[in-house]
């Protein structure tokens, strides 16, 4: 027995004691195949050496320097080298601990850079669990339940889920990009609009990539009425898509960009970037934590930078990833169960369904946990839980990958 909140439901029953590169071990030396990287957390593997040693080394000289009462080193180097995967005009990073507490000090800095009140967010977004965050956040309603009402503010315009719609591509972002127009007509006057926030490819909703033409819309309505373009790039930045962030799949660049997760393989750290115009125009005192920034982390995050550098991690996603979806895309053709495959790159889903675009969670969850009697770790996502997410970490092997989809086939024919 332990006292753990019971409201902590975990996925899995497994009770890992060690992880190392794509595997998790538990206690009696079992083994699973971690095709959830911590929900993208661990980028770079379980354990990668050159993180290890550089978390270690820096336990023994520096643990905690509070960042608003001086600085370290590690800090300062990573401002450096971040900057140099950023759109040239994000020259200004601030850092935080967790993705939504970066979501929030971008949602600050906007509003009190524009003096305007409301945000726009896409239908299907997930932009974190703390108040404002939530807030902006229409994936599912758990994270909304129970303490509502939420920030005021926040409008919504659709998303463009093609296949939620059943319409063509073109379609559904003609229909999105009216809607948006409508909104600024209805809900909020481009005066009164701060910023648009937005995933620029979907997470906890299903893994809906948006597309070119539909952030291109965004980026031209956001210009002509000076709005500022949030991406958030919690999940699927860092090389998760195979582009080092997401939005560069679209040529769209953003005002502002939020990144946490594969930031420093598993050590709580989260950054903005903006511009330092941008940064300059908030609000002196509305920036800090007692925790952001942390010595160790950011020498985690550091050693992550070496390894995606080193290992030409972007490119090995992309790589890895498109032949992992021709996997996946070759199960969709032999069971009928399978509706869809979507995403980029090593952030892929599947729509499980009992019928086309009729669909099935209680499959995904026996699919999954047959997984895991078998070796093999996978998350649910989707209104339903009814879309399995393949999150493996970007140091993946075409072995792994093989022996990965193996299962999950062996887990269709179990639970057929």
Not at 173 to 198: G, K, N, R
Not at 284 to 312: F, R
Not at 379 to 402: F, K, M, N, Y
Request: negative net charge.
């Amino acid at each position: 027995m332990n006292h753990l909140s019971p409201l902590l439901v975990q996925s899995s029953g497994i009770c890992a004691e060690r992880g190392e590169g794509s595997w998790l071990y538990d206690g009696e030396g079992r083994r699973w195949l971690d095709f959830t990287s911590g929900i993208g957390v661990t980028a770079t593997g379980h354990c990668h050496p050159r993180v290890v040693e550089a978390a270690q080394r820096q336990v023994g000289t520096l643990v905690h320097a509070q960042y608003a009462t001086v600085t370290h080193p590690n800090m300062l180097r990573l401002t450096d080298r971040l900057y140099e995967h950023l759109p040239r005009s994000l020259d200004a990073v601030a850092f935080s601990n967790s993705g939504s507490e970066a979501i929030e000090t971008a949602l600050r800095l906007v509003r009190q850079a524009t003096g305007r009140p409301n945000i726009i967010a896409f239908t299907g977004g997930f932009h974190g669990r703390t108040l404002a965050a939530a807030s902006m956040t229409t994936s599912t309603t758990k994270v909304r339940s129970g303490w509502q009402p939420l920030m005021a503010g926040v409008c919504f315009s659709p998303f463009p889920h093609s296949y939620r719609y059943g319409w063509s591509e073109e379609d559904t972002v003609d229909f999105c990009l009216q809607e948006l127009d409508h909104l600024f007509l209805t809900q909020s006057a481009p005066a009164d609009t701060a910023a648009m926030i937005i995933e620029p490819v979907q997470g906890e909703y299903g893994y809906y990539p948006a597309t070119r033409r539909f952030m291109q819309g965004l980026r031209e309505r956001c210009d002509e009425h000076g709005i500022l373009l949030i991406a958030d790039e919690i999940q699927a930045g860092y090389g998760r898509t195979g582009r080092f962030w997401s939005h560069q799949h679209y040529d769209a660049h953003p005002d502002l960009l939020v990144t946490a997760k594969g930031l420093a393989s598993g050590y709580p750290l989260s950054a903005v970037a903006a511009s330092r115009a941008l940064m300059a125009e908030g609000w002196p005192g509305s920036q800090g934590g007692t925790y952001g920034a942390n010595a160790v982390a950011c020498a985690a995050a550091l050693a992550t930078l070496d390894v995606i550098e080193e290992e030409d991690l972007v490119a090995h996603a992309a790589g890895e990833g498109d032949y992992l979806r021709q996997r996946l895309e070759g199960l969709m053709e032999r069971y009928e169960c399978i509706d869809e495959v979507r995403g980029l790159g090593l952030m892929l889903g599947l729509e499980i369904v009992k019928a086309p675009r009729q669909p099935d969670g209680e499959r995904a969850g026996a699919l999954l946990k047959a997984c895991e009697h078998s070796g093999l770790l996978l998350l649910r996502c989707g209104t339903h839980g009814q879309v399995v997410r393949w999150l493996p970490p970007l140091t993946a092997s075409r072995q792994e990958i093989d022996q990965a989809v193996d299962l999950f086939q062996d887990a269709l024919e179990e639970t057929a």
